[in-house]
């Protein structure tokens, strides 16, 4: 499948490339500038990323940031993988058509009115039922989990569709009943896809700006809600460094992640 | 005694399709047996029902005296060997081998000792330890057959065993099936579409078509007596004429063709059943069993033919000849001797079989 | 050969497949759907102050059933049209163009991923997938850095002499347009590749032997042939980015306001939440369209995927 590549299509790509990262480049470098500027260089120094570690508004952010993209990333991947297995296992069963609109309007709602309606929602909610008192970390969990679900179901339902039944079938004549069949063969084959869906509702539960804003309540603010407060302010080597670890981590754990899944699974031809 | 295997009146309809039409065979123990038909002919849907992956919607399945109705594959004494092997791609070739016994309770010593055993009738042994991604299509298939043979069943299915290997693997491959048939002595059902590879390996052939059985015999009794027209048109080549039988006697009879072609009458058949005077019959004979020659010798059968076409194998050439008439016939030939000169295309001769070779089919 | 159902399901027996089915369609339908409507219902209301910040659209009290309804908050928008209809024309066409932006850039680059060897294209998607996991506010908040007045391309500008004053780049179009490629390339990138990386090396060869030239190739052959991810990726990108509230936010100006950052004025800044609502209802209108064509595109996927992944 391999091929020449013309100039132009080259050219092309890597400027597409270029505008990708030369802003997270120069930003990153910038993070190491001894001065207050992110334009003009000072010198080296690496000040900021210590200033980090005492800032305890932006670490309580942090780790509230951590603990809900964990849950709902948990809960999404599991109700992600039932709606994957009900599309791809169940042929025409009652309620697809809503099941199936209802689990992809979310990938392509613009975030504004999700998040507007969540917060109404829970309003309306407290008001009858008295739950949710007050929006913190439970309403927000709850909203990353159900846009993250979607996204879930889809990462699962193409692994599920490649999937090769006749292992499961092999299974049981094998001498295996359910859900032993699931749990031996099914599960472990499509763990790729499930991880990949966990990590993918983690990202998105974690770098969510928009919904978070508007379901958090008063004590609950996420990384990004203190991100974008504060860059409205302005542009510092202080949020640099700070963006710079984040890349940092998400760079090392993107790379590992493709490193371990050569390994184990073979080149993907 | 009832026989090993016994399939009465097997039915399955998928909505309005008939895959499998009132189906009845019985299969001894320790047989090698072969279903063999095209695709669509519902040989995959019976392989299916025996392991308990379809319901019959009528008839039943006996495996050594037991009803297997409502029986779970998990249950059955039977055990697959998948087309495409279906190996679990997370689990060792140890682990693939291991996974029935495992359901079956063995562990331990036992378990390692019996997966070696296996490994090694299947002469893999020490990849135990290999991922089904590391091996070799071949190697793939015997772990296959290594773990669909584990539990000793009853009845091992094979689906196409031989399809995905290349010519000569499939060649190597087919003799090794059959001795490790007959060393563990399991009763084998073969499906497949390749005659060939039921030829060779099979002790009966079960010729299936549209859902049902038309034929069951041994290769050679297949090939050389056909019960009709479609086993004979299937298995191999075949040279048919179509007549109206003008005389017949004792020992044979004459239909209307252009010459006269002489059949020997069929003892195997009941008088009952043998042609009478006018009866429209058709005759087919074997291409191995015709000659051909630039002269003719007076024998009996013997037509003028014009070579139509020739086909140089190296070890034979086909050969398609046209009487005057336009009857085609398909002949078989071998170079005896490396100077002789045989005859090529366009060029006229004579073809004759004996009537002892002549296959008769109403 | 039709097959009369997977051992999955035949096995988890029928309870166990209604419930798989109702807990996410319960979730969703509550926490997805209700909300939508809940919109709709303040969409109806009037602000005032209390907490919440609306009347309730209907009730009992002491003189009975009462209600709030009111089409005020449509009237307004109506009224007021010329401050909604500009927004929502900037949000369509900054959309569209930034999807035209991202095809420009995305499909050359997904060409070069499928075409590459082995190992040069997962280094590449390793590549594309970096920015995909980086939150996209860092990354718009990296092209500030680049892109203001005294930020990095301005300084080297001047620094190098080849200009006197600095460019003009944040609160335009362009910062826009940047914006939107730089957190939705990757997203237009992978629907493509998916579909490149099928292609059959072998179709194009065909093309070429019976005598097309490059452009004819691509344009008889490749483009219809990827155009199901072309389809695919412009959906992926062009309805989000209608609702987009954060690069407006950051790199646009008043020319560039989107009915993303008109919604959040209206909730956050005015405490007006019925107005709110009738936008996100208005926002909902501009996309029902191409959303519910996405769906029927999806649709048409699923049929072909479905009766390609047969049965033994």
Redesign the interface.
């Known amino acids: 499948?391999?091929?020449?590549?013309?100039l132009?299509?080259?050219c092309?790509?890597i400027?597409?490339?270029g505008?990708?990262?030369?802003?997270?480049a120069?930003?990153i470098v910038?993070s190491f500038n001894a001065g207050k500027?992110?334009?003009?260089w000072s010198g080296f120094s690496a000040k900021w990323y210590a200033s980090l570690l005492t800032n305890e508004q932006l670490l309580n952010a942090f780790g509230l940031s951590l603990f809900i993209a964990f849950w709902a990333a948990t809960i999404a991947t599991f109700?992600?993988m039932?709606?994957a297995?009900?599309f791809v296992?169940?042929?025409d069963?009652?309620?697809r058509l809503?099941?199936?609109?209802?689990?992809?309007?979310?990938l392509?709602?613009?975030?504004?009115?999700?998040g507007?309606?969540?917060l109404?929602?829970f309003?309306?909610m407290e008001s009858v039922l008295g739950w949710p008192a007050g929006r913190g970390v439970d309403t927000i969990i709850?909203?990353h989990a159900?846009f993250g679900?979607?996204f879930a179901a889809v990462v699962i339902q193409a692994r599920l569709?490649?999937f090769d039944?006749?292992i499961?079938?092999a299974a049981?004549d094998l001498g295996a009943?359910?859900?032993f069949?699931?749990f031996s063969v099914?599960l472990p084959v499509i763990l790729p896809a499930v991880i990949a869906a966990w990590?993918l509702a983690f990202?998105l539960s974690?770098?969510d700006?928009?919904i978070a804003?508007?379901v958090s309540g008063p004590g609950s603010s996420t990384l990004?809600i203190l991100?974008?407060s504060k860059?409205?302010l302005g542009?510092t080597p202080e949020?640099?460094a700070l963006?710079s670890v984040?890349?940092g981590i998400?760079?090392i754990?993107?790379?590992s992640a493709?490193y371990f899944m050569?390994r184990r699974f073979g080149?993907?031809? | 005694m009832a026989p090993f295997i016994r399939l009465t009146a097997l039915t399955k309809t998928?909505?309005d399709?008939v895959?499998v039409d009132n189906l009845s065979l019985d299969i001894e123990k320790g047989e090698l047996f072969c279903l063999l038909g095209a695709s669509g002919c519902g040989k995959?849907?019976l392989l299916?029902m025996l392991a308990g992956?379809?319901?019959p919607s009528a008839g039943r399945i006996e495996i050594d005296g037991q009803n297997m109705a409502g029986v779970a594959p998990a249950d059955r004494p039977v055990n697959i060997m998948?087309?495409n092997y279906a190996l679990f791609p997370h689990m060792s070739v140890a682990g693939n081998i291991g996974y029935g016994l495992r359901r079956a309770g063995m562990r331990g010593a036992a378990l390692g000792e019996r997966i070696d055993a296996l490994l090694k009738l299947v002469r893999l042994s020490g990849y135990g330890g290999r991922k089904p991604h590391q091996l070799s299509g071949g190697q793939r298939q015997r772990v296959a057959l290594a773990r669909a043979l584990a539990r000793q069943p009853k009845l091992l299915l094979l689906?196409e065993p031989l399809a995905a290997l290349d010519k000569k693997l499939r060649e190597d491959t087919q003799f090794e099936l059959v001795d490790i048939q007959e060393k563990l002595g399991t009763t084998f059902m073969v499906v497949t579409h390749d005659q060939e590879e039921a030829m060779t390996l099979a002790g009966r052939i079960g010729i299936m078509d549209q859902g049902q059985l038309v034929q069951v015999d041994t290769p050679r009794t297949l090939y050389e007596s056909p019960k009709n027209v479609f086993v004979a048109d299937f298995l191999g080549m075949i040279s048919f004429v179509e007549g109206r039988v003008t005389k017949v006697s004792k020992t044979g009879l004459v239909i209307d063709s252009q010459p006269p072609i002489t059949a020997a009458i069929d003892q195997q058949r009941g008088p009952a059943s043998q042609p009478k005077s006018g009866d429209q019959v058709t005759l087919a004979i074997r291409p191995e069993k015709i000659s051909l020659s630039a002269t003719a010798t007076g024998a009996v059968n013997e037509i003028p033919v014009v070579v139509e076409d020739l086909a140089y194998l190296g070890v034979a050439s086909n050969y398609r000849v046209k009487t005057a008439q336009g009857q085609m016939f398909k002949l078989q030939q071998q170079q005896s001797r490396r100077a002789d000169k045989p005859l090529e295309w366009g060029d006229a001769g004579f073809i004759q079989f004996d009537p002892a070779d002549v296959i008769v089919l109403s | 050969?039709?097959q009369?159902?997977?051992?999955?399901?035949r096995?988890?027996g029928a309870t166990g497949?209604r419930l798989?089915?109702?807990?996410?369609?319960v979730?969703?339908?509550v926490?997805?759907?209700?909300?939508?409507l809940?919109?709709l219902q303040?969409s109806f209301t009037t602000a005032q102050r209390s907490i919440?910040p609306y009347a309730p659209l209907w009730g009992f009290d002491e003189t009975g059933f009462f209600t709030n309804f009111t089409l005020d908050n449509y009237g307004l928008i109506a009224t007021y049209w010329q401050d909604y209809i500009g927004p929502a024309g900037n949000s369509i066409k900054l959309a569209f163009f930034s999807t035209i932006v991202c095809l420009?850039?995305?499909y050359?680059?997904a060409?070069?991923i499928?075409?590459?060897?082995?190992k040069w294209r997962?280094v590449l998607?390793?590549?594309?997938?970096?920015?995909f996991?980086?939150?996209?506010?860092?990354?718009i908040?990296?092209?500030?850095?680049?892109l203001?007045p005294?930020?990095?391309i301005?300084?080297m500008l001047i620094w190098m002499g080849l200009i006197d004053a600095p460019l003009r780049m944040m609160q335009t179009d362009f910062s826009i347009y940047?914006g939107m490629?730089?957190t939705y390339?990757?997203l237009m990138i992978l629907p493509l590749y998916a579909v490149m990386?099928r292609?059959d090396?072998d179709v194009?060869e065909a093309a070429t032997d019976l005598g097309a030239s490059?452009v004819g190739v691509w344009w008889t052959v490749i483009l219809p042939l990827t155009l199901p991810g072309v389809i695919a990726g412009s959906?992926?990108v062009f309805?989000?980015a209608?609702?987009?509230?954060?690069i407006p936010a950051?790199l646009g100006g008043p020319d560039q306001l989107m009915?993303?950052k008109v919604?959040?004025t209206e909730?956050?800044r005015n405490r007006d939440?019925p107005v709110?609502?009738a936008i996100?209802m208005l926002?909902?209108a501009i996309?029902t369209v191409?959303?519910i064509y996405?769906?029927y595109q999806?649709?048409r996927d699923d049929h072909t995927?479905n009766s390609q992944?047969g049965?033994?």
């Open positions: 499948m391999t091929g020449r590549i013309s132009p299509v080259m092309l790509g400027l597409g490339f505008i990708l990262y030369v802003p997270m120069v930003m910038f500027l992110v334009s003009v109700f992600g039932m709606i297995i009900a296992r169940f042929g069963f009652r309620g809503a099941l199936s609109g209802l689990s992809s309007a979310p392509v709602m613009p975030e504004v009115v999700t507007l309606s969540l109404l929602l309003i309306g709850i909203a159900t679900m979607c569709r490649d039944r006749a499961e079938e049981c009943r359910q859900p069949v699931f099914t990590l990202t974690f770098d700006l928009v804003s508007f990004p991100v974008f860059v409205r542009v949020i640099n963006a984040m890349i998400v760079a754990s993107v790379i493709a050569r080149n993907p031809g | 998928f909505e399709v895959a995959s849907t299916r992956f379809e319901q998948f087309q689906d | 050969m039709p009369s159902g997977s051992v999955l399901h096995v988890t497949r798989v089915v109702a807990i996410p369609l979730w969703l339908a926490f997805f759907l209700l909300p939508l809940e919109t303040v919440p420009l850039f995305a050359p680059m060409w070069w499928a075409r590459s060897n082995a997962a998607l390793v590549m594309v997938m970096l920015p996991w980086t939150s996209s506010l860092l990354r908040y990296a092209l500030i850095g680049l203001n005294n930020g990095f301005n300084s940047m490629v730089l390339l990757p990386v292609l090396d194009i490059s959906l992926l309805i989000p209608v609702g987009e509230f954060v950051l009915m993303g919604l959040w909730f956050f939440w709110a609502a996100a926002l909902l996309l191409p959303i996405a769906r999806d649709g995927t992944s049965t033994p």
